[in-house]
T-cell receptor
């Protein structure tokens, strides 16, 4: 079945760019998602990309998709302390089932 | 209007007891989902429901029971709780089951089984 992997931790300085990476195994995944989880809260959809796209930009967020390598990344420009959270990559696994990675904890320091 | 809510937010129980976690959504979404979140595993799908009275197993259904008599409610029952079921449980809903339909998540229930 589908497997999604992410690095577990990323630390960046405030104002720098953050890049969170994700790899997935099922090349038939149609949609790939990024969710954000703040402490004590549920998951909030940040953005998603359709598998026939290479890039999607939404304000400070840029998603890059390399279908050949099954690699997805999320770039956050001008990272702020409010961006500190856990970021989950997810791949569509048939119908509307989502397969999640373990999450990347982003720590932003001054 | 709260959207999607879960209750209780925190629960401590003992091994062997029955526990029911509640999920309620106000959007009349057709699809509802239960996930568990464990360190190192991300979120794993337990059960999902396409409509009232239609449910199906996800990745990790063993030890759990669901029902959906009304569109807005999707309770998850642990019939005889085990320590391995200590986790954070998230409920989610989406308009439909088409790939790409956004799933909206509740705030979660942290369950501890002693």
């Amino acid at each position: 079945g589908e497997d999604v992997e992410q690095s577990l931790f990323l630390s960046v300085r405030e104002g720098d760019s953050s890049v969170i990476n994700c790899t997935y195994t099922d090349s038939s995944s149609t949609y790939l998602y990024w969710y954000k989880q703040e402490p004590g809260a549920g998951l909030q959809l940040l953005t998603y990309i359709f598998s026939n796209m290479d890039m999607k930009q939404d304000q400070r967020l840029t998603v890059l998709l390399n279908k050949k390598d099954k690699h997805l990344s999320l770039r956050i420009a001008d990272t702020q302390t409010g961006d500190s959270a856990i970021y989950f990559c997810a791949a569509s696994g048939g119908y509307n089932k989502l397969i999640f990675g373990a999450g990347t904890r982003l720590a932003v320091h001054p | 209007d709260a959207g999607i809510t879960q209750s209780p937010r925190y629960k401590i129980t003992e091994t062997g007891r029955q526990v029911t976690l509640m999920c309620h959504q106000t959007w009349s979404h057709s699809y509802m989902f239960w996930y568990r979140q464990d360190l190192g595993h991300g979120l794993r799908l337990i059960y999902y429901s396409a409509a009232a009275d239609i449910t199906d197993k996800g990745e990790v259904p063993d030890g759990y029971v669901v029902s959906r008599s009304k569109t807005e409610n999707f309770p998850l029952t642990l019939e005889s709780a085990t320590r391995s079921q200590t986790s954070v449980y998230f409920c989610a809903s989406s308009v439909g089951g088409v790939v790409g339909d956004t799933q909206y998540f509740g705030p979660g229930t942290r369950l501890t089984v002693l």
